[in-house]
């Protein structure tokens, strides 16, 4: 059976919609999750925490009348536990045969899909140019996105295609104009909102370094050279090249206050330098990563604050809720910071973690050579980012 395909239970099945239940998990709630999908479905990529207790059993394992004892054993019957799949249908349907059994269960609207379509906006206290910054967050994934806005006018930095309409309805609630929408580099996690804000009447704005990489629309859309700027209000947005995690890795610094890296830096970690050019090309792109950072990143104001376009699991939001930290904080937490360059690129190339799934496909369609429909588009870039190197060895003790 596929799992799209389940029956309605024949008891009533609570649900949990998914801005309700990450509330419940940020509140520091006792989360117990049962992950009805696929075994490898699971470790790629689930809803995680420290109050979150997770199992993991696949939805197939409740498709008999008889339950084997040992799959209800792990299925705690002393607290709630919110069932989910992929997009609601099996999760419904397991959450029944459990509600029949007399455990206290509901299912999560939509499923993991639902987790997805979570994206917050939460202001950066610290920011202190003109204007306010908003960061975007969506949590299924830690990719990341900034809102500009001073003075009836407004950019944003690494859109989603997912969000397009969210970013239109925002500046509308602000009551701006959203002149801009910047790309920091082809992307290979997610699928970039530019081309479709620009569609839309935003000017888009990629780096003018990404355009070898072949581009099909780059004749359409602004390119941004270094040290190009762009006024937003009374603040501006300066174009500062960072190649290193690809050739045309392109950094924005707001105003002079915060320096949106793109996946040049994180708060956690620095760039993995093998989603372009491969293992082959990969100590190359990380000498180029290690001069962009020192040169380019760590020569700023030790204030300076440092947002990325993603958080990974290892990142702890600042006090206001942001993944932003300054540049003096991170030279001191990081030890990939300080070191040579042939022991940062040793480093960084010893331990890296999966690629993202479906990043060529992704890839290819950030370019212009592929396309996908919204449905397509969204289904491609579920799951974690792993645009970074791996915050384990980076991070300092």
Request: with cysteine; proline share 4%.
């Amino acid at each position: 059976m596929n799992a799209d395909d389940f029956p309605t239970p024949d008891v009533d099945v609570d649900s949990v919609d998914p801005e309700s239940l990450k509330d419940r998990i940020d509140a520091g709630e006792d989360v117990t999750i049962l992950d009805a999908r696929m075994q490898s479905d699971y470790e790629e990529w689930r809803i995680d925490g420290e109050n979150v207790t997770s199992i993991n059993v696949p939805y197939f394992e409740f498709l008999e009348d008889e339950i084997d004892d040992d799959v209800l054993d792990r299925i705690p019957d002393d607290r709630e536990v919110t069932v989910l799949c992929a997009k609601g249908g099996a999760s419904e349907y397991v959450a029944g045969t459990l509600t029949e059994r007399g455990y206290d269960v509901d299912h999560l609207e939509d499923g993991m899909n639902g987790w997805a379509s979570i994206y917050e906006a939460v202001e950066v206290d610290r920011y202190d140019g003109a204007g306010t910054l908003l960061q975007y967050q969506r949590p299924s994934s830690g990719c990341l996105g900034y809102l500009l806005y001073d003075d009836g006018e407004a950019a944003i930095i690494d859109p989603l295609r997912a969000f397009t309409d969210r970013y239109l309805d925002d500046a509308d609630e602000l009551g701006v104009e959203l002149n801009y929408a910047l790309d920091t580099h082809v992307h290979a996690d997610h699928i970039s909102g530019v081309r479709d804000l620009d569609a839309a009447g935003v000017e888009g704005v990629i780096p003018e370094a990404a355009v070898d990489r072949g581009v099909t629309y780059a004749d359409e859309l602004t390119t941004a050279a270094d040290g190009d700027t762009f006024a937003v209000g009374d603040a501006t947005v300066e174009t500062v090249y960072t190649p290193g995690h690809t050739t045309g890795m392109t950094s924005y610094l707001v105003d002079e206050s915060l320096l949106a890296t793109g996946d040049g830096l994180f708060i956690e970690s620095v760039a993995r330098p093998d989603l372009e050019e491969g293992d082959e090309g990969a100590p190359d792109a990380a000498r180029l990563l290690y001069e962009s950072l020192q040169e380019r990143v760590l020569t700023l104001p030790d204030d300076t604050l440092i947002g990325g376009a993603h958080f990974s699991d290892a990142a702890v939001a600042a006090d206001d809720g942001t993944y932003t930290a300054p540049i003096g904080e991170l030279v001191e937490e990081m030890d990939a910071l300080t070191m040579d360059e042939q022991a940062f690129v040793d480093l960084i190339l010893s331990d890296m973690p999966p690629r993202p799934a479906n990043y060529e496909d992704i890839i290819a369609t950030n370019l212009g050579q592929n396309a996908v429909d919204d449905d397509e588009a969204f289904t491609l870039e579920l799951g974690p980012n792993n645009c970074a190197a791996s915050q384990d060895s980076l991070a300092g003790d």
